[in-house]
């Protein structure tokens, strides 16, 4: 169980549209006064990370961004960033609120974080170099924007995200796809873990069942620090399609499963 006199740091996971959960959990921590000092995030997760941790997004709006997208937005973005320029301006009208959000990583200052964040994380692959890659908030130049739509850069959905920081070139796909539940990162510079709530948002059992195994072998090489596994409500619920419906359902599971985190 978690302690409320410890800061928490945070394994968002990786799930596509099932990532609204992580808004639950962030309400849920807050509800009952625990501090967020860290988040380390794969896909989806990283770009909660991004919009609450350097963005500054407060949970209100972060909840709202969250129930205002669709799988039609996410659909008309992904042809528009490959749409010759005579069409792509008609389906970025069609993405809705995408490219607006997407304008706000481009202007989020990076030498700052909010809502008591200390570091935040964000997980990707490169394809350069063949490995995974973790951008931090400690970084000189943190390359906030670039890596968080590299992070979420669905292989054949959306392009590849490449360029240059400090003296290395990148080619950033989306980090879940590898790489579903981010923790070891946690235990690297300069994260610093009390203890941790990782945030599950697979949508197949045997996903889980993996994930849940690699938990326990990081938990068995660091017995100092306890982790808590949270589960929203998310088997078989889509990735890119889904009802909109239903994203007011995943944002309560992933409060709900606070509770059970706290006991």
Not at 25 to 42: K, N
Not at 213 to 224: E, L, V
Request: charged letters at 20%.
């Amino acid at each position: 169980m978690l302690d409320p006199s410890l800061p928490v740091s945070l394994v968002l996971g990786a799930g596509g549209a099932r990532g609204v959960a992580h808004v639950g959990i962030l309400e849920g921590l807050a509800e009952r006064s625990f501090v967020v000092s860290e988040i380390v995030g794969s896909s989806v997760g990283a770009l909660i990370a991004a919009y609450y941790g350097c963005v500054g997004l407060d949970l209100p709006k972060l909840r709202e961004l969250g129930l205002s997208f669709s799988s039609r937005q996410l659909i008309a973005w992904a042809a528009a960033r490959r749409a010759p320029a005579f069409l792509a301006q008609r389906l970025k009208r069609r993405a809705g609120i995408i490219p607006g959000y997407l304008d706000m990583l481009e202007c989020a200052p990076t030498d700052r974080l909010h809502h008591g964040i200390a570091r935040i994380g964000v997980q990707a692959f490169d394809l350069i170099r063949n490995e995974e890659v973790l951008f931090h908030s400690g970084l000189p130049a943190f390359p906030l924007c670039d890596a968080t739509r590299g992070a979420v850069a669905i292989p054949k959905f959306y392009p590849v995200r490449e360029f240059v920081h400090g003296e290395r070139s990148y080619r950033l796909i989306d980090g879940g796809v590898y790489n579903r539940i981010p923790i070891e990162w946690l235990f690297t510079e300069p994260f610093s873990p009390r203890q941790i709530l990782v945030v599950d948002i697979a949508n197949r059992i045997e996903h889980r069942r993996e994930n849940a195994d690699k938990i326990a072998r990081i938990g068995r090489a660091h017995p100092d620090v306890p982790i808590v596994i949270a589960t929203p409500d998310t088997l078989g619920r889509g990735t890119i399609l889904f009802r909109r419906s239903g994203l007011t359902s995943l944002i309560d599971s992933g409060r709900e499963t606070v509770a059970l985190a706290v006991g």
